[in-house]
């Protein structure tokens, strides 16, 4: 007798799967500073460990997504948990920079095989409105949990808790997540519409896709840049670098949560161009600003970045719909290792922005505030580069829309 399916378990498990997600994001991002001061890590080495993370996750999310109708969601999961607590484990026992680089790849290919097999699950589980509803309310996990993990980090930092016992943290809800997909019955993938993986490599060599793909390089760094780097560059500004990525990342859940209406509003096109706009005030505005004002610069960045992510992806399912899932998990994926491309790009230019600002005199933290905010302003040509991109693309697809409805029929 078959078991039968119990979608809220497998949707609860699936939330819990993307909170260990956020807080290795999250708790990864406070503690940076100690590893640095622990291990006698440059920031450049800081930077290759972080690009682990970012690196595994893509790997694993197309991976996952080409295997997802072979071998199912239940097998995909035990992947991510295997990976998931050997790599928090390993990480609180790596004794240096190797073991920290091997743990933090491991953390990112759990965190990606999260992704390859919720997503689908997920849409496999619910039908109709009732899919495009739990898909949402997954994936405010994300900045929700970085939400939480930032929180958590902040407290015990004040409280001169050590790092290892904040990824100890990490170790909660990969167990609970673990506990409710034990012994459950998985749907069974949908293939009915799969298109091929030939037909959806072609559709990806089109203008529009690698136009998408290109710029989705830059989006993903715009958001992942500065976050990642908070605690280290944000450490001397007068403001909390863990309440400003609380504040980011829990406007961005708010700004995700109420989302339609703004599409609807302004278009795909308009929210990518506007975002761009409001990315690089938010950047440039931590590249100046101390104190309290970073905290008005945090609210114009997380605006600027939350929906980013969601409508690159959006934009793709719409607009080259015979890309199908891979599609969406190669711009996905680019996104993700150009974040880690460029993380330890990111470290350096902190290292050569510390050594500039100690040759000219400065010490302690009046040198530390003045290379972070000079690697911040370095960190403005990202969106820079997007508004230029993005206002193409807005008048590119305006265009497209006064051609006969025959040739852009594929909309929903």
């Known amino acids: 007798m078959s078991q039968s399916v119990n979608s809220g378990r497998l949707f609860n498990a699936s939330c819990f799967a993307l909170i260990t997600t956020a807080f290795s994001f ?54 991510a948990f295997v990976c998931h607590a050997i790599g928090i484990i390993m990480t609180i026992y790596s004794g240096g920079y190797t073991g920290l680089l091997i743990s933090t790849f491991l953390i990112g290919v759990g965190n990606g095989c999260t992704e390859a097999a919720c997503n689908p699950m997920i849409a496999d589980s619910y039908e109709g409105l009732q899919m495009s509803k739990m898909l949402n309310r997954f994936h405010m996990w994300f900045p929700g949990g970085i939400v939480v993990g ?132 938010g950047i440039y505005l931590f590249s100046t600003v101390t104190g309290p004002a970073a905290y008005a610069a945090a609210v114009i960045f997380a605006m600027g970045v939350a929906l980013f992510w969601p409508t690159m992806i959006g934009f793709v399912a719409q607009n080259v719909p015979l890309s199908g899932a891979l599609g969406m998990s190669i711009v996905g994926g680019i996104g993700m290792f150009s974040t880690a491309i460029w993380q330890p790009v990111i470290g350096k230019w902190l290292d050569d922005a510390k050594a500039e600002k100690l040759a000219a005199g400065l010490t302690g933290d009046e040198m530390e505030l003045a290379a972070g905010q000079a690697t911040l302003s370095t960190m403005v040509m990202f969106p820079a580069l997007l508004i230029v991109a993005f206002g193409i693309l807005y008048f590119w697809m305006k265009g497209r829309k006064t051609v006969p409805a025959s040739s852009s029929a594929a909309v929903h």
């Open 150 to 281: 930032s929180l958590i980090s902040k407290f015990m930092t004040d409280a001169n808790l050590g790092w290892q016992a904040q990824i100890w943290v990490i170790l909660i809800p990969t167990f609970i997540y673990a506990f409710l997909f034990w012994g459950q019955a998985f749907p069974k993938p949908h293939v009915a519409g799969v298109t091929s993986i030939g037909e959806n490599v072609k559709a990806m060599f089109t203008p529009l896709f690698l136009f998408i793909f290109v710029c989705m390089a830059f989006t993903a760094i715009s958001e992942f840049g500065p976050q990642q780097w908070t605690g280290l560059i944000m450490s001397k500004s007068g403001a909390s670098p863990m309440l400003i990525l609380a504040l980011v990342t829990g406007l961005m859940a708010i700004a995700r949560y109420f989302a339609h209406p703004i599409v609807a509003a302004i278009g795909q096109t308009g929210i990518l161009w506007g975002s761009s706009i409001l990315a690089a005030a």
């Open 26 to 79: 999250s708790i990864r991002a406070g503690i940076l500073p100690q590893l640095g001061t622990e291990f006698n890590l440059s920031a450049e080495q800081l930077g290759f460990i972080n690009s682990m993370w970012f690196f595994g996750f893509p790997l694993a999310m197309i991976i996952g997504g080409l295997v997802y109708h072979t071998i199912g969601p239940k097998t995909i999961m035990q992947v």
